[in-house]
């Protein structure tokens, strides 16, 4: 569906583009920890979508999220010496912007199968 897909790719490549982002020091900022912000950005995404597409079928909303894991999988292993530590202001727009990105590849392939 979307982590197979040629835009994901690009969106992988666009966030390790941005890596760099995530060494440098900055002033760390709010209480949670960069899992912590993943997880509560890629929810309220996938919830938007189901929200977006009440008639979505439940295998396709079980794939949904089953890739949602897959892509959050993704984020830690790349983030991984930083996924317990609080962000900078820069490092949350990254991550807000990519996972709105990700969202919007969902968004593309829901819609072609309703």
Known sequence: MVVESDGYAAL???FMENLGQFSSQG???GSETIDVLVHELVASQIMAICDQNKDM???LRFEVMREADQIVSDLEEILSS???QKPTYTQINILEEYIGLVKNLFDA???EFL
Do not use: G, M
Request: net charge negative; glycine share 0%.
């Open 12 to 14: 992988i490549e666009f």
């Open 27 to 29: 002033d760390k900022v």
């Open 57 to 59: 079928p439940q295998s």
């Open 82 to 84: 930083l996924w317990h």
């Open 109 to 111: 392939a829901v819609s």
